[in-house]
């Protein structure tokens, strides 16, 4: 109910989401959790960014709709996070940069159009929070942020490993992009893991290859057995403090949890797990995430795209909580 809003010239606090109380949530054009657009706040800690593109699919298309999807389901997240106890909204300044356009044509335009964006938004400072799309998108993503911190350790949440190599000889597939980032040199092979992984494969090559890659694999049913909590602490102590960056295929989550996407498979986490997961991450380097493969023609009663929106602000969260604990690390000598 309360404000987080602040117009006030001069006034260097974080400008929040959409005054509730005044306008309703539902009110209004969407951005992503009613913040403002980073273009009438200058620059932001972190830029929220769709990127309308799925020309990489190798099923259902769709996920272009996927980031504004998103944006629509997530009027109603709220300005404090009881799970994190954190304001990420006031924490840091959040903004939604709007959407990456991309030639729908050509994909290895499309991957050189988004890589450039990336680097024009991380050179200002921003930490990304990048609204898919399909899983293409990743790998420009990687280069980018691989260009400013070195090679990063890579939480995946899929259903699927997405380290084949072509795909009807295409190189830039969404089933592709960890393994080309693999090849590139950009991840840090000591802290890789798939998360959620299940379903049929074409073979058992395909892990044998992804093992040799440096992937660890945490199942789903890894997950069910063992534990969010247990999970998590696992992925923080391998992880510790390198540059991590957090890639969510919405499809790591059952189809009953998230029916609106283009690949779905049986057997999924839940979103409470996957949320679950990602609070016990707190503390970690996030310095870029995305959430992918929304595609809202198959979702039913905003399922999926609410989902994805709570994802979207558990990620916000960890990384306006590590900006601060940074800030704050620093001393007081900086304003
Ligand atoms: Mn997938
Ligand atoms: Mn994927």
Not at 41 to 56: E, H, L, Q, R, Y
Not at 64 to 71: L, M, T
Not at 192 to 218: A, C, N
Request: with cysteine; glycine share 10%.
């Amino acid at each position: 109910m309360s404000s987080t809003e602040n117009t006030a010239a001069g006034d260097s606090r974080p400008r929040g989401p959409v005054d509730s109380s005044r306008i309703p949530r539902y009110a209004g054009p969407a951005t992503f959790a009613r913040l403002p657009r980073l273009d009438e706040v200058g620059t932001a800690d972190v830029a929220v960014v769709g990127v309308p593109f799925d020309s990489g699919v190798s099923y259902r298309p769709g996920a272009r709709f996927g980031g504004n999807a998103i944006r629509e389901a997530s009027r109603l997240l709220r300005p404090y996070n009881p799970a994190q106890d954190a304001s990420p909204f006031a924490l840091a300044q959040v903004a939604d940069g709007g959407d990456i356009a991309v030639n729908p044509f050509n994909i290895n335009e499309a991957v050189e159009t988004v890589e450039a964006a990336a680097d024009e938004l991380l050179g200002t400072g921003a930490r990304l929070m990048t609204l898919g799309g399909d899983h293409t998108i990743a790998l420009p993503l990687l280069r980018s942020v691989a260009k400013k911190h070195g090679p990063v350790a890579l939480l995946h949440f899929d259903a699927h490993l997405d380290t084949w190599d072509t795909y009807f000889g295409a190189e830039y597939t969404h089933g592709t992009p960890f393994r080309r980032a693999v090849e590139e040199g950009i991840l840090d092979t000591s802290a890789l893991s798939h998360v959620g992984t299940r379903g049929p494969l074409y073979g058992k090559q395909d892990l044998t290859d992804d093992e040799k890659m440096g992937f660890g694999i945490v199942t789903s049913a890894d997950i069910y057995r063992r534990g969010a909590d247990e999970v998590a602490d696992q992925l923080r102590q391998r992880i510790g403090d390198r540059p991590l960056y957090i890639s969510i295929d919405i499809d790591c989550l059952d189809p009953a949890h998230a029916p609106g996407t283009g690949t779905p498979e049986a057997g999924g986490m839940t979103s409470r797990e996957l949320l679950e997961i990602l609070r016990g991450l707190a503390s970690c380097n996030l310095v870029s995430a995305d959430v992918v493969e929304v595609a809202p023609a198959y979702d039913h009663a905003e399922i999926t795209s609410v989902a994805a929106s709570h994802t979207a602000y558990e990620l916000t969260t960890l990384m306006t909580r590590r900006i601060a604990a940074d800030r704050a690390g620093e001393g007081t000598g900086t304003k």
